[in-house]
């Protein structure tokens, strides 16, 4: 552990390509923006799907849904029939196949939480140095989707219960919501009760126009509460505060969608390639990993871990880590091994004389 420590500190004297303040490769800015871009359109569709007095109901509400792969498989396997509007899922498996887990890191509503909580976790390098790296109990999420899958071939769809975009939505529709709804009524509620103020200037003057915008185009006209709602609420909080223990602990653990994406982007076109002359294993790439994918050693790097988040290559000091194809890939592997066949050669050559 000494070692390694030291090995940090002279990482962080020695001298690197850009200057000491490196900010992110400009995919992670992309991913982000991404990221912010989808979590709202989520949260358009839920409010689409809420009655107000100008809401019209219908339209594209189910668009995630529908690009949701797992409720395509499930939907099929429990009812035997094939919904059009789901074969969109189609292009999620297609993109996945070539750039892997793309969907977790960039697309997916509730990873982007995930996310975020994990990004304001605020653990040291040395911690997450040790808790950045693939357990295996990240196959957990394999097992899961067995059971959801078995579940839909013997009739009952489970895969609503821990599909990421159900889930998402449910905990939205019976808990989160209903409870902002209550809160937001109470407090202005009791603004209009007290109607605080100095001398003439009164706060309802401000606050009622603002509830009639919010009854007009946000709040609910009668919101429904569920007896389940706490509970609900509940296991939303905590796969939420579970990311503070692990980075993204529902997508690593959990997420029964990542398991089958990662089975479908087991082997993706588009992968990450370390130079070994420009790496001297700083394992910094370990640091800001979020799906545990090994990208600090390509021999055991895990495609199905990894959510293409680019972070790695943000991280790295040296440059050293980088986006290539599954072919060119090949090819550096075949060279390096032709060099190593003829170094070795060499040694012996040497070694008779």
Known sequence: MRNSEC??????????PHSAFRTPHLLVWARRATQAVVLLLFLYLFLETVY???????????????????VLLASWLASHTLAKGLLLSLITV???????????????PLGTLHNFFT?????????????????RWQKAKYYVLIVLLGGALLGTNLA?????????YRSLATAVFPALNAGISMLFGWL?????????LRVTAVSEPVYELLRKYFLAVKQPHYYGGILIGFLFAASLALNFYRPRFWCRYVCPLGGLLGLAGKNPVVRLKRSEEDCDNCRLCLVDCQGGARPDSMQDWKPAECFYCFNCEADCPR??????????????????????TAAVAIVEKEERR
């Open 7 to 16: 090995r940090m500190r002279n990482e962080a004297a020695r001298p690197t």
């Open 52 to 70: 107000h007095p100008i809401n019209v109901t219908g339209g594209h509400s189910g668009l995630f849904f529908e690009l949701d792969p797992l």
């Open 94 to 108: 297609a993109v996945t196949i070539v750039f892997g887990r793309w969907f977790c890191g960039w697309f997916c």
């Open 119 to 135: 990004a304001i976790r605020g653990a040291r390098r040395k911690a997450k140095l040790e808790i950045g790296g693939y357990g």
């Open 160 to 168: 609503g219960w821990l599909d990421p975009v159900a889930f998402l």
């Open 192 to 200: 209009y009760t007290a109607n605080p103020g100095v001398g003439s």
């Open 319 to 340: 440059e050293a880590i980088t986006l290539s194809t599954l072919e060119s890939n090949s090819a550096a592997s075949v060279s390096e091994r032709t060099q190593a």
